[in-house]
């Protein structure tokens, strides 16, 4: 990316299929050291473009090029009446990162949850080890929550073998 090339946000298409499944599969590999199934994760990217109810994806092109992207998803808070928007598969590409593309990013996803008096707040989780990405969130005015994630997995979609820590 060379300085002054503009960011541009737009709502993903499912022409950007490809480059959204690519995205996701080199976050898991960089951030968590995880290989995706390839069939299932292409499924997933597709269903939320197909389905607007699951979330959207924004992608960041710079110079005609899609340089980032992130998807949100939406939580139902019944103590807020609203939905809090999660900010999930985030990833910018090594060559344009540190250039304003996630800032880019996420504040058009400020832009249009304050447009709307149904979303209650942004959230997102990040690895405990990815001091980056938490001093890159707290720029931009994101602070750590007071709780803890746990989850469990439940079930395996059939025909497939997952790691037990995936």
């Not at 590999?29 to 197909?50: F, I, Q, S, W, Y």
């Not at 340089?67 to 139902?76: D, I, Q």
């Not at 405990?128 to 007071?146: F, I, P, S």
């Amino acid at each position: 990316m060379t300085h002054g090339d503009a960011i541009c946000i737009r709502d993903a298409c499912a022409g950007d299929l490809d480059s959204l499944v690519a995205f996701n599969d080199a976050m898991a590999l960089e951030t968590e050291n995880k290989t995706l199934d390839p069939a299932m994760l292409r499924a997933g990217v597709a269903r939320v473009l197909a389905e607007p109810a699951r979330g959207f994806y924004l992608v960041a092109e710079c110079g005609g090029t899609v340089a980032g992207c992130l998807m949100v998803t939406f939580e139902w808070s019944d103590w807020r009446n609203g939905d809090w928007w999660w900010l999930q598969s985030v990833y910018v590409m090594p060559g344009h990162r540190r250039h304003g593309v996630f800032r880019a990013l996420y504040r058009e996803v400020e832009h249009r949850a304050t447009q709307r008096a149904d979303v209650v707040g942004l959230r997102l989780y990040v690895e405990r080890d990815n001091a980056r990405a938490q001093r890159t969130y707290e720029a931009l005015g994101m602070r750590e929550d007071q709780y803890r994630m746990y989850g469990k997995k439940l079930h395996t979609p059939v025909g497939k073998t997952v790691d037990a820590n995936a």
